[in-house]
C-alpha cells in the first residue's frame, strides 16, 4: 500500500464532476452518504485498472448495503474512449470523469501520478487508505465494518 503525506482534513473539497450522460455529481454528497467511499482512479486504456474493477465487482455487493460506496474516477482525456469503456464494464458504481488526464482538479488533489490509483475515505471525507485494490481492499473493507 502506498502512503502519501496529506493534510488532515476537516471535510473533502466540494468536487462536482460530471458523469457519462453529464450530469454533475457533488464528490462530498456521495461521501457523505456512505460509511466508506473508494475513489477509484482509472483509464479506459489501463489494462490493470479495468481487471482490478472485476475483482471489486466481484466483492463490491458484500459491503455495499454495509454503507461502502465506490466512485469511478477516469483520468480519460477522450470521451469516447471512456463511455465506451463504462458501457462495456458495466461496473454498478458512479462512473464520472474531468477529461483532463492526470491535470484533473481531484486527480492533482490527491496526488495521482499513474493509474489505477484508490483512494479510502471515511464519510467526514478524511483518508482511511490509499493503494488498496483486490484482496487488501476487501480485507481492509472486513475489518473495519467489523468494528
Known sequence: MLMLKFPVLAQMPGFVIKNEKE??????????????????????WCAPCRVQAKELKEFYPEFKDKGFEVVGISIDTKKDAWNRAVAVDRNPWIQLSELKGLKS?????????????????????????????????KRKLGELFKN
Open 105 to 137: 482538479d481531484i486527480a492533482i488533489f490527491y496526488k495521482v501520478k499513474m493509474v489505477p490509483q484508490t483512494v479510502l475515505l471515511d464519510k467526514k471525507g478524511q483518508i482511511v487508505a490509499i493503494g488498496l485494490h483486490g484482496r487488501e481492499l
Open 23 to 44: 450530469i454533475p455529481i457533488k464528490l462530498d454528497k456521495v461521501v457523505k452518504n456512505n460509511k466508506y467511499t473508494l475513489v477509484d482512479f482509472w483509464a479506459s
